[in-house]
Every structure is written in C-alpha cells, then in structure tokens.
C-alpha cells in the first residue's frame, strides 16, 4: 500500500444554514481545504451525502461539485453509508490514492438538513435503518436508539442520569470550537432535566438536525511537495457491516461492525487501543459513545459509562472524545459528520485545536457510523507529535 | 498497479418486476456472479444505484445488501454518479483490489424503478441534472436530451430518420437476450412511425423505464485460484466529468467527460480506438449513441449516424454497439446499467454470448454515463482471445 496523507483540511461553522445551499457549502469547505493544502488542484472529488435527494431534490454530487468547484473534467463520485457516508468517502479517497490511480484527492462531506425541497428529515434518517422492517413498522432512527438505551439501562443496572457526562463533554468542548454548532456552556444539572425526545432519550441525549461541510485533500506521500511538515498520515482505514436491522442482532448490546472494523483497523495501523491519544467516535445518540468505547475496546462490556463517569474522555483525560464538541454539539449533519471528526483529528494531530488542544497527541481514531452502527467506517491518524 | 479481473458476472433479466423488491434483484444478480465465480465470500461489496432513497425509501444499501447476502461484517458501500452509478461502483471496486485493500469485491448495480413507495420517476431523473437552474425552471431529463438532438439535426442536416439505425440494432439484438426488456422484432418502419416523447426524441429513440440488477465479481489476479482461464481482465477503468447543467457548456455538442474518460482509459490499457472490438455505449436516449461515437474517437464531429447508416455498428460490423441491446432494449434501471454492461461485455469476451457473439473480441469498453454525460465512467476489459 501506498502511504496516503491528509495535507488540507477546510470546514464550515455547523449551523442551521438558512442562507446557504447545500453546493455553496460544500464549496466553501472544499476551498478551504485546498487553501489549507496549498494547491489549486486535484484529480478526483469523493463526496459524502447520504439525503441529498431526497431533502433537496438534487443526486449527482459529484459532478455537480467537480464543476461547481471549477475543475470539471476530474473524476468524481457521492458516496452513501447512512449517516456513515463521510467516513466511506475517505475510505473510497483513500484507496483512489493508494491503488496509484490519483495523486491527490478531495474528500468532502456535506448535509442540507434544513430549507428543504421536499420530504420530512425524520422519514429520511428512517432510510438509514431497514425500510420494509423497521421504517414500515413505524419506528423512527431515534426510537431504534431509545430501545437500546432502555435495553442497556435494564442489563447493566443504569439509570438515564450515567449517561449525561458524556453530553456535558461534548458541550464542555463545543464552547471553544468555532465552528461548533452550540457554544452556550452547559450544567449537568441542566442536562438532567431536559425531557424526553423519545424515552429514554432526552434532548441533549441526542444530536441536532443541522446543515454543514468538512472537506479534506489526500495526497501520495511522494507527492507532497511543501506539504510534509504538516501532513498527517493515514495509518488505517476500515469499513465493517452488521445486520441492518436491529431485530436481527443476537446480541443488540454489542456494536459488532464497530469491533470488526476496529481490530482491522489496529491491525493496519499496527498499534493496540492503549496507544490511542484521542477517539472521535459517534455520539449521534448518548448511548452510543458507552457502546463504542466497548466494542472498540477501551472498556469492558456494559462499563463505557464508566469512563465518563470518572473523567477519562474530558480533554485531559486518559481517553479524551468528542474534543471539538462531538456530534452531539458540534453538530451531526450526518453525511458531514465522519469528515468533520477527521478534520478535527488532524486539529489534534498538528497541535492546532487551540484551547481544546490534547496534549502530545500523536494517534487519533475516528469512528463514522451509518444506522444503528450497520456501517463503522474506522480510520487511524498519525501525526508527526 | 495490482492487476484486477472479473472472475464472476450475474444478472436478473429487466423487466417491471413488480413482484420483486430492489434487495430481492440485488441478491438474485449476487448469488448468481458468486456462483459463476465460484467463490462463496468476498472482502467487501460496492453498490451502484441512484434512486433508492427517493424511490424505495432505503438508503444505506451496502450494510442492507451485505446482511441480505448472509455477509454482515464485510465492508460495503453505495456509490452513486446519477445514470453513472453502476460505472461509478465498479471503478470504485477496482481500486478496492488494486489498492491491495481486499483481495475480493462483490460490485451490484441495481434500481427499482417500479412499483414505487413514494416520488415519481421523472422527478427521480431530473436529479440528474442541476436542480437549482433545470429542474427547478421545468425541464425534464428527456427535455435535456430532446434539446440536444433537435440543435445535433440542426447543425449537422439530420432529420430524426438517421437515428432509426440505433434503435434498430438495439433491439435486433436484444430479440437473441433472454435478459433484455424487449425481445419482439422491431422494423425500422415501425421506429419511424413511433410517436413523440419529447419532440424530437420519439418512443425509440428512449430507454425504458424498468427494473433490474446486475453484479461482477472481483479478484487480483493473483487470487483467481481455479478462475483464471475465464477471467477477464480490467485493463482500464476511468472516470471524469464535464459541467452539470447543459447551458454552462461552451460547446453542448460535444461530450466532454466521454472525450476525457476514453482518452484517459486508451492510455491505462495502452491501445487506440482502432483496438476496440466492441463497445457497449450508454444509449439512453438515441441521440447520446453518435456523440458518445464521436467524442470516443470512433467518429468525425457530426458523423456519429453514419457508422449505424452503414452498418459499422451491427454484430458483424466494425464496431459493434449494444451487442445485447443495450440500454435501449435490454433495457436501462438507471444505476444498474453501467454493470449490465461489464457482465454483457465479459460474456463476449468469454464467448458466451451465444447467437449475439462478437467473432475474436479480444477488447471491449464499456461507457456508463450519469445526466447529460456530466460524469463518464469509461471501462476496457481485455479477454484471452
């Protein structure tokens, strides 16, 4: 395999856009990006979307992008995961790069979730899960989350209020990143007392509907010009599936595409989980940081919470997560969100995330999850530190 | 670059299968190229569709078809280029394997075009084009299409009689396809006489709007274990795109990105035009056959409908086109096309194509094109011969 690196890294603040279209942001977060990088150009566009069609009415990402980018003629392609899709388009970047066939690639990953064209963003998220199962039947993206909490909750013995630090976290972090969509400071008083989106779920157990855009330029090491004393190499990148529907798990507690795609991606990276720095993992819902923190293996089963109870994933802690504010206050613009989580990896890596800087920072893994975790798309980044 | 070959090709006749639902082709086309490839895993699956979101309700078709398989932990992915996408899927494939990331990789392209959960089907291929500017002022897909024909008779003295020729070799060999949609005998009396669609484009100058799913399986040549006196060998495999909306184009005459794609893939197989033994062409509407011919190489500017006036393109000819009667009338589920045409070009190469052989191909390309050919997909597969 050929060594790929990120040199450029671009994004824009995570908001609910009224003003802005789903190309003009993912223009501004491609520009960005090349800035970032230092070049004027690349040779293919990978974009990740997962609701472009059916919330505003427009498929066809990739050349629309290329173009609107002005470098039509380059190839280019969208990629779908669900709300995994940022991270598969990467993932699908990488190999572009690591096959030889492009020497420089950009990755953006973009979500329109308010203004819309057509269609009901709750209908849409239910496209991530099974639609002749579990959408025809009636529950809702949220709902599937809320009957594994409520599930968890009963086998280790919880209550909603274990959950909560790992909110406060997020919202801790988000404070100090621009680009974050909430940046009011947040109590875990504050947090106990929201109410239920869908029971067990509470509002701040739950990630945002928003619009955004992160972009990325990869680059073969050999070409990396000027680039070298900031690039930040891609040591893994993985993808595992698990049955879409949640009713046919054996075991509904265990994110097994989380574990598979992460023991591949250890084992890419040659490293173990200890020799992890930070993790941005998936907290679209609460009780999928605990599940992750698991299946990923930083805790034994049914004790994730733990680790948030006792400080290990704040900023200065043993495993620190969600470091810009995680989905849950960063923002989820879902086909957006796994280039968004490198994006701020790579903040990490090179030293630049200013007050929420992870101190030595050297290995961070990201983690971008489509439906209840059908798709984990895990990457590892390897900064010079 | 890691040599990569198609090992195994299936696929479900196109039809309106409104008894069968988009999971159920999809899998009936993979177990079919599993069988054929004699292998019962794969490393990971690429799925090329453009409409299941609007059409269908489910997105997140890679962990859907990977679980429906009996394969939940491989990677997977859904790739999407419009009209474009099964192209898209199997160049994103390709450089799974040549990037020595899997050693197999299932590639499905399939759409569901009746039968619908929800939207309508002309609204679905709009998406294709720029919804900001196109779609959104009226035009239709076919409207695109009609206009670039009515300006290709105008500035080159056609009348619509000259594409009679396209249509008919199209579904003269689609009558020798148990897979093709149409398989009735049509005259070039009756293609003159069929009514108008979208004034100039008459009923046969369009492909129909049906059902379908198609799949290959994918190895590096030097995992084919028992495969290799049937595997074919992708010799090329490219992508580049030309601007979204029609209007933005200087010259609207000319496809670009097939101009772009085709140069780029004779370069990666190391071959001219005059090597091409067959060419299966993305004869969506008639008038796309002569462009695609000319931007190809295999045409002068404006003569693209002499080479099916004289017969150049029939079975016998010189270069032969929609051997299995391409789009047309094998018919054209939008994001499994660009798939329908590697399988049909792998059973030329192979010598299984039966009453519709191309005598000693040794080369065939393959073009799947997304809108108005704002993305170009060009494939070369290369056999024994």
């Known amino acids: 395999m050929r060594d790929v690196s990120i040199i450029g890294i671009g994004q824009t603040p995570v908001r609910e856009h009224w003003d802005k279209s789903l190309r003009q942001l993912a223009v501004e977060a491609l520009l960005a990006a090349l800035k970032d990088a230092h070049v ?14 059916e919330l505003t009415g427009q498929e066809h990402l990739g050349a629309l992008l290329a173009d609107q980018l002005g470098m039509n003629g380059i190839a280019a392609m969208k990629v779908e995961a669900a709300c995994g899709a940022g991270g598969s388009a990467i993932h699908a970047g990488y190999l572009g790069i690591a096959a030889g066939q492009y020497r420089r ?8 979730m308010t203004d819309l064209w057509n269609g009901n963003v709750a209908a849409g998220l239910a496209m991530a899960a099974d639609g002749e199962y579990e ?17 968890y909750m009963y086998e280790y013995d919880l209550v909603e209020e274990d959950f909560a630090p790992f909110a406060l976290n997020a919202h801790t972090n988000a404070v100090n990143n621009p680009n974050a969509m909430f940046r009011k400071a947040v109590t875990l008083d504050q947090i106990r007392k929201s109410k239920k989106v869908a029971d067990p779920i509470s509002l701040f157990d739950a990630s945002p509907v928003c619009d955004g855009a992160a972009a990325l330029i990869l680059s073969r090491r050999e070409n990396l010009n000027g680039n070298s004393a900031r690039a930040i190499e891609i040591a893994a990148s993985t993808i595992a599936t698990d049955t879409l529907a949640l009713h046919d798990r054996q075991d ?3 994110l097994r595409a989380v574990e598979l795609s992460s023991i591949k991606a250890y084992a890419q990276a040659g490293i173990t989980p200890q020799d992890i720095d930070l993790f941005e993992l998936h907290d679209a819902f609460s009780i999928i940081a605990p599940m992750s923190l698991e299946a990923a293996g930083f805790a034994r089963r049914g004790t994730g919470t733990y680790l948030a109870r006792d400080g290990a994933i704040a900023i200065d802690g043993k495993l620190p997560i969600s470091t810009m504010g995680g989905l849950k206050a960063r923002g ?11 994006v701020e990896a790579v903040q990490q890596l090179r030293g630049e995330a200013d007050k929420n800087q992870v101190q030595n920072a050297r290995l961070a893994m990201t983690q971008s999850l489509g439906g209840v975790a059908a798709t984990a798309v ?7 530190g």
């Open 332 to 342: 989820h613009p879902i086909g957006a969100s796994g280039v968004y989580q490198a």
């Open 252 to 254: 509904p507690l265990w």
């Open 135 to 151: 959408a025809a039947n009636g529950i809702s993206f949220v709902g599937l989350n809320a009957l594994i909490m409520r599930r």
């Open 378 to 384: 895990t990457h590892i980044l390897r900064g010079k």
């Open 40 to 53: 004027d150009e690349v040779d293919a566009i990978y974009v990740g979307n997962m609701l472009s069609g």
């Open 105 to 112: 690639v950009a990755v953006v990953g973009v979500e329109k």
